[in-house]
């Protein structure tokens, strides 16, 4: 057949394919494109472009190539895609710990909703696992502290038992004697209201609780337990004053007996620690620091706060002879901030040691001090507990001594000075201060009383030992050259209690 005599109408425009179909069939017009019934029968190469001219074979003769219709296909899915998304959500239902990823097969499309939803649920499963970790931290951490707490009352108590079963040795300033006091006194008088009934020999006394009467200073009874008991004068009935805290007194001061013990300084540091320092040098530190407070104005409150900073020091630190005065300011510039209204600058400190120091000396001693206390300054000194004792020294007279408080408190001031009583404790020297005052003002009565005894918890014989070391300060038996504390009360505003002396202390007064 010839070519000229071949003739067709196309049914469509000539593209580059049907050319090239034409050309290599010798002239012929290639046929059409598949239908769309023979377009089913075509494997899909790819999804997103079918009915491609290079994947669609020839199947009609005669009939024309037309280009597919490019669809949306973001949403269409084939049916296995289909059922693997549904199979997926189910098994992230079930498990919730299982990847996304294992659900679905390489090559397939995820329902954006689902994949929503997947991702959701994981998310959940995610947070609750955390959340329930967190619990089981906390959880862990509260029984770690309830065990912890429950070890100490354990010591506490091992420690209390072995006390009571070993007899305390009359040393003075015993240090197992003052845990012994501690434990007997504050655990069972202090939390129970009792009088401290505790004998020198370790033996309880037969006096019960039931014996108290506890009188109003108006002579009414604000508490009575029985008749013909010890009648105890109420210190804290008082509420007309809200700055003497009476209904809180008693309460602060059963915490105030108990954190005595817990940061008081070591008292064998001269020994153990420091080399180069002596217990000389520590006495000519404190009698100069005297000095520089009053100077200044200071209270003793600062005063005494300082020598506590620096014996707490010192007693873990090692120091150098040159650079002790450092410490002793530095110290007083931190009571001085705590306990001062208008604390003194750093340059008067510098100035007072005559610019030994420089003020950058002062800062960086400062700050090492503060970083080894850890920046816990509150503490309770002698004269916290002295304020304490003299109320209920006070309570027996009908006018309030100024010559009591003043000696009394020029006693416990002679005690900052010497190491050796850093082996007592602080409401231990307060007591045995009052003791002896007021044996030095006057001589007709027993120093000593129920009221007193009551509320410091201490007999007369457990501060035997105490007054007569204090008698030995009050008389400078010694012969010690320091002397700005006395000199401080031998002011006429201190009533010149420094002046004084006190007669021979009977061993009578001492017995229970």
């Known amino acids: 057949m010839n070519k000229e005599n071949i003739s067709f109408e196309p049914t469509g425009r000539i593209t580059r394919a049907r050319a090239a179909a034409y050309r290599a069939s010798g002239g012929m017009l290639p046929p059409k494109p598949c239908t769309r019934q023979t377009q089913k029968e075509c494997p899909e190469a790819n999804s997103k472009r079918s009915g491609s001219d290079e994947n669609c074979s020839v199947s009609v003769t005669g009939q024309n190539k037309r280009r597919a219709v490019l669809k ?117 008088n202090i939390k129970e209201g009792r009088v401290a009934d505790r004998q020198p020999g370790g033996q309880n006394s037969k006096k019960p609780t039931e014996h108290l009467i506890i009188v109003n200073k108006d002579e009414t009874k604000s508490c009575e337990n029985s008749e013909g008991g010890t009648s105890i004068i109420n210190i804290d009935s008082d509420l007309k004053d809200p700055l003497m805290c009476s209904l809180y007194a008693p309460d602060i001061y059963k915490n105030i007996r108990v954190a005595e013990l ?77 306990e001062e209204i208008c604390a003194p600058r750093v340059e008067e400190f510098c100035f007072i040691t005559d610019n030994t120091y420089t003020k950058t000396e002062v800062v960086d001693m ?84 129920a009221t007193l005894e009551h509320y410091t918890s201490y007999k007369a014989s457990d501060l035997k030992c105490t007054v007569s070391a204090l008698q030995d300060l009050q008389k400078n038996t010694s012969g010690s050259p320091l002397n700005a504390i006395r000199d401080k009360y031998r002011q006429e505003k201190f009533e010149r209690v420094a002046n004084l002396s006190s007669p021979i202390i009977s061993p009578m007064l001492f017995e229970s």
């Not at 189910?90 to 090559?107: D, H, L």
């Not at 020598?307 to 510039?333: A, H, K, P, W």
């Open 72 to 188: 949306d296909v973001t949403n269409v899915l084939c049916e296995s895609s289909y059922k693997s998304c549904m199979n997926a959500a189910k098994i992230q239902t079930r498990g919730r710990k299982q990847s996304s990823k294992s659900f679905v097969k390489n090559g397939s499309k995820v329902c954006p909703v689902v994949a929503v939803e997947v991702k959701k649920i994981k998310d959940d499963a995610e947070r609750k696992i955390a959340e329930e970790t967190a619990k089981m931290e906390i959880v862990t951490a509260c029984a770690e502290i309830q065990q912890n707490k429950n070890d100490v009352v354990k010591k506490v108590i091992d420690e209390s038992e072995k006390i009571e079963s070993v007899e305390v040795p009359k040393v003075m300033f015993s240090v197992k004697r003052e845990e012994s006091l501690l434990l007997a006194n504050i655990g069972n």
């Open 262 to 338: 817990i940061r008081r300084p070591s008292s064998s540091f001269m020994e153990s620690l420091q080399r180069d320092i002596t217990k000389s040098m520590r006495g000519i530190l404190i009698d100069w620091l005297v000095e520089v407070s009053e100077e200044y104005r200071l209270t003793s409150d600062t005063l005494y706060l300082t020598v506590y900073l620096i014996d707490r020091f010192l007693s873990q630190n090692f120091i150098e002879r040159q650079r002790l005065q450092l410490l002793g300011i530095t110290c007083m510039l931190i009571a001085s901030k705590y």
């Open 366 to 449: 400062e700050s090492k001090v503060l970083n080894y206390l850890e920046f816990q300054l509150s503490t309770p000194t002698v004269k916290t507990f002295l304020r304490r004792y003299l109320r209920a020294a006070h309570a027996s007279y009908t006018e309030p001594s100024l010559e009591l408080e003043f000696l009394a408190s020029f006693l416990t001031e002679l005690t900052l000075v010497e190491y050796e009583f850093l082996k007592a404790l602080p409401s231990l020297i307060a007591a045995s201060a009052i003791f002896l005052a007021r044996w030095t003002l006057d001589q007709s009565s027993h120093p000593w009383n």
